[in-house]
């Protein structure tokens, strides 16, 4: 990067599928580098797999850019408008004799791989039609192009993340640039692109650094300026292996649908492989203000769903108790397909501090609050019919005459009446308080009794005891 000059970094991801875990955190660190640095996080849509590239997945990857908020700078960028660019670059090695056609057929390639595979030598190409007369071409075969790598000495790369990195140059073979129907290869795409979009930093997963080593030629051969390299190991499960679904490897949209909350879901990517002293609550300020290259791991980070839960539980708690019941309304309405009129929003809104404070995420919060919202009669669990078996409809009977007699309907004063209910009748507090939450919420769980009673009111808390209570 030249001296002075703002970084510019770039999420370059693949429209095969939908952006992961994995790509969402490279997309993060990118995105902090370049805001703490004031410069430039750049998006280019890499689409030139024609066969698996599809417009959903690039609408994909955009949308979960956008819920995770990484706004980028400019336009998106898609690869496959470059292509006329990209065979041009190819076309200059060339003339530069930088570059060579092979005319190896796919016969001769398969022999040579199995070749060196029975010598135990890498399957690499050998070169044949390196410094062959072009005159020898066979007639009719399209061939490909290939780079002329370096044979002698080393190829180094200066990463920021793994240090100093080396590897023979007789491990790279010439390696293609142009396939048999002169389209580029991702090789040749990727450093072209790179570099006309000045691209200063390549921020990316550990598993492209093989991929760093031929880039580095393609640029050497070139003369052009090679961008600092940052390759961050992958992802791991709790278990130490490779991340994969069984771990939670979901695509960014699966979580937002699951509940998870932009800021907890970018708090905890930042934190795998990423540190700052002991903190764990970090806020986008906070990242901005401290993110560096320096403290990235060279370890593998493991994705932990329980971490990731904690976090959003902290992020739920914090968030304005308005904006949380107006979240938890809409997962109601789009999931249960009820009708919510003011009074039962009402109760909505009173229910957000005290429901919030045991929510891992909005889903969750939401299934707890269903009851409040439910008409009646409300539909009983398993569990909530069992505890309301029984001598527990008398009880109820009693129960709510007791209540329909309390002055102030306060969590304070029902505690009260009901302890003093239950005393008289000489049973333990379970006993009273089991069927009467069954009847309330129409489940065997909830938050405190007496809460769920002040937040249902007098007059709905009364009615749902009638529904189960035993005939006068």
């Not at 706004?71 to 998106?76: A, Q």
């Not at 650094?209 to 030629?217: G, H, I, K, P, S």
């Not at 009847?439 to 009794?449: E, K, R």
């Amino acid at each position: 990067m030249a001296s002075g000059s703002s970084p510019v970094t770039r999420f370059a991801p693949s429209p095969t599928g939908m952006l992961h875990i994995g790509g969402a955190r490279t997309a993060l660190f990118n995105w902090l580098f370049a805001r703490h640095e004031g410069g430039k996080f750049l998006l280019r849509i890499e689409d030139t797999d024609r066969e698996r590239s599809t417009a959903q997945a690039s609408t994909a990857i955009l949308d979960g850019l956008r819920w995770l908020e990484l706004e980028w700078d400019g336009e998106v960028t898609c690869q496959s408008k470059h292509i006329e660019r990209h065979g041009q670059v190819a076309q200059t090695l060339l003339d530069q004799g930088k570059a060579y056609h092979c005319y190896c057929s796919p016969e001769e390639l398969t022999e040579m791989r199995q070749r060196a595979k029975a010598q135990g030598r890498p399957a690499l190409y050998d070169g044949r039609w390196r410094d062959r007369d072009p005159s020898d071409a066979p007639q009719g075969v399209n061939p490909v192009l290939r780079i002329k790598a370096p044979r002698q000495g080393e190829t180094v790369i200066h990463d920021r993340v793994q240090g100093e990195v080396r590897v023979s140059n007789r491990q790279l073979d010439d390696f293609i640039l142009l396939r048999s129907d002169q389209t580029p290869t991702y090789m040749l795409s990727v450093v072209v692109d790179d570099h006309d979009m000045s691209i200063t930093h390549i921020i990316r997963g550990d598993d492209h650094l093989t991929n760093a080593f031929r880039q580095q030629v393609i640029y050497d051969a070139l003369g052009w300026g090679v961008p600092e390299f940052a390759h961050i190991p992958l992802l791991h499960g709790t278990d130490g292996a490779k991340l994969s679904k069984r771990h939670g490897a979901l695509s960014v949209s699966a979580y937002k649908d699951m509940g998870y909350l932009p800021a907890a879901m970018r708090n905890y990517l930042l934190r795998l492989g990423w540190s700052h002293g002991d903190d764990e609550i970090i806020s986008n300020e906070q990242a901005i203000e401290w993110f560096n290259l320096d403290s990235l791991g060279k370890s593998a980070a493991r994705f932990d769903i329980d971490k990731l839960n904690y976090l959003n539980g902290h992020y739920i708690r914090q968030l304005d108790d308005q904006e949380l019941s107006q979240d938890v309304l809409n997962i109601l309405k789009s999931t249960n397909s009820i009708t919510v009129d003011q009074t039962a929003q009402q109760r909505l809104l009173a229910a957000m501090p005290e429901f919030k404070q045991r929510a891992k995420t909005l889903i969750e919060l939401a299934d707890n609050c269903v009851f409040l919202v439910s008409s009646r009669p409300l539909p009983l669990t398993e569990k909530a019919q069992s505890q309301l078996s029984e001598q527990a409809p008398a009880l109820l009977a009693e129960l709510r005459g007791k209540l329909e007699t309390t002055e102030h309907w306060t969590a304070e004063a029902l505690d009260k009446a009901i302890r003093t209910f239950a005393d008289k009748k000489g049973l333990k507090f379970g006993k009273v308080a089991q069927p009467l939450r069954a009847a309330l919420t129409g489940g065997a769980s909830s938050p405190g009794i007496f809460d769920v009673l002040a937040i249902l009111g007098r007059e709905e808390s009364l009615g749902r005891i009638q529904d189960q209570a035993a005939a006068d």
